[in-house]
């Protein structure tokens, strides 16, 4: 049997490597536009490819009740030894799980020699344009003219974001050539522009804090972690997962973020510590809680500059949302494929023999690894169905 896989991410990658393991006569073709390999993969995790998260939960996905039940058949611990017995081995700060070399780069070039050791076969700067159905096999047609004939099509060509790695979503109009519904593509996981004028000093300033995200006045994310402020906008891991909480509605008015820059204290707890320390040194007590500029910003927010004031504004700074950076800047696309056009084994319900892995379904997750998750689970039900 021959298996043509569109797309070297690592969702192609992890199954070319389970198929071609327990089905050595098989011919197992991974396809790729770019000269560069898992090029997407390289630059996961910062640098450092965060795989799994020991603390997996549908909470962290757009379909909780789907992710849940699938994180039943494929608990943290049956992953990790999947992954262990392919010879990866791991390493954990906090919930985070991350390959024993920290290097995204070298776990990708892993993959890859593993890949190629036990016998799949790479054929890379071939653009797949689209597949037609040929009696009971598939014709993939590459750009240029030529053909490929597969038994079985695995499309593993990612979502939209950072098209720069190869991920552009090009092969979205041939999917929906097909007839298939496709969830409209957005950026998740990506820094927010603000409308608001005031930030713009803020540029590079870092801070823990606690956001929440409402939209049409509901709140609908509340996470702590670190916030960096840019010149029109703010970032940070807990802004990614608040930007593609917001992005994942379908429509909204309107989108706000309130930023608590101190979570661990009460507002009467704040006030009070404000009031001791302006009575030590009214000059310059607020140096011992925040950087000048952040200062300016909270003493510009506060209706008054008396302690109860400065505490109420330092707890609730809030920002108006104006947009998302864009898939350029993104980590993972919110949409694809709708999963009602797939079985539990991701194969097609509309053409037998094809199926769909990784980003280009409509799956995403919040940053702690849930994608890459994703990318081995999903990889997992497909290799299981042949």
């Not at 795989?51 to 757009?62: M, P, R, T």
């Not at 891991?237 to 992005?247: C, G, K, P, R």
């Amino acid at each position: 049997m021959r298996i043509g896989i569109i797309g070297s991410g690592p969702s192609g990658l992890y199954l070319s490597i389970f198929l071609k393991i327990k089905h050595q006569d098989f011919d197992v073709v991974v396809f790729d536009k770019e000269q560069k390999l898992g090029k997407k993969l390289y630059a996961t995790g910062n640098g450092r490819c965060n795989l799994l998260n020991k603390n997996l939960s549908g909470k962290a996905y757009n379909h909780e009740r789907q992710m849940n039940s699938l994180l039943k058949s494929y608990p943290y611990e049956y992953l990790d030894k999947v992954l262990k017995s392919i010879g990866v081995q791991t390493t954990e700060i906090g919930d985070y799980v991350y390959p024993l070399t920290m290097s995204a780069p070298a776990y990708t070039q892993y993959l890859i020699k593993l890949a190629e050791r036990v016998g799949v076969k790479f054929v890379s700067e071939t653009k797949i344009v689209g597949y037609e159905q040929k009696q009971n096999q598939y014709v993939l047609r590459c750009e240029g003219g030529k053909e490929q004939l597969v038994d079985k099509v695995v499309i593993a060509c990612g979502g939209c974001s950072s098209p720069k790695l190869g991920s552009d979503g090009s092969f979205f109009k041939e999917i929906k050539r097909h007839g298939y519904k496709v969830i409209e593509p957005r950026p998740g996981l990506t820094p927010l522009v603000l409308a608001d004028r005031d930030i713009k000093d803020l540029s590079g300033i870092r801070h823990d804090a606690k956001v929440e995200a409402y939209v049409d006045e509901k709140k609908i994310f509340e996470e702590v972690g670190e916030v960096l402020y840019k010149n029109d906008g703010i970032s940070g891991i807990v802004i990614f997962n608040a930007e593609s909480a917001i992005y994942r509605l379908d429509s909204f008015a309107n989108a706000e973020l309130v930023v608590d820059l101190f979570p661990e204290r009460s507002e009467k707890e704040l006030e009070d510590m404000l009031l001791h320390d302006e009575s030590i040194n009214h000059d310059f007590y607020l140096d011992s809680y925040l950087l000048p500029a952040l200062q300016k910003h909270v003493l510009g927010r506060a209706k008054r500059k008396d302690a109860y004031s400065l505490a109420k504004a330092m707890k609730h700074l809030k920002y108006t949302v104006k947009n998302h950076y864009g898939f350029d800047s993104s980590q993972v696309t919110i949409g694809g494929v709708a999963l009602e056009e797939l079985s539990g084994n991701l194969e097609s319900t509309k053409e037998k023999g094809v199926f769909f892995v990784g980003e280009v379904v409509d799956i995403d997750g919040n940053c702690g690894g849930y994608n890459l998750t994703w990318d081995l689970i999903s990889a997992m039900l497909v290799y299981q169905a042949l």
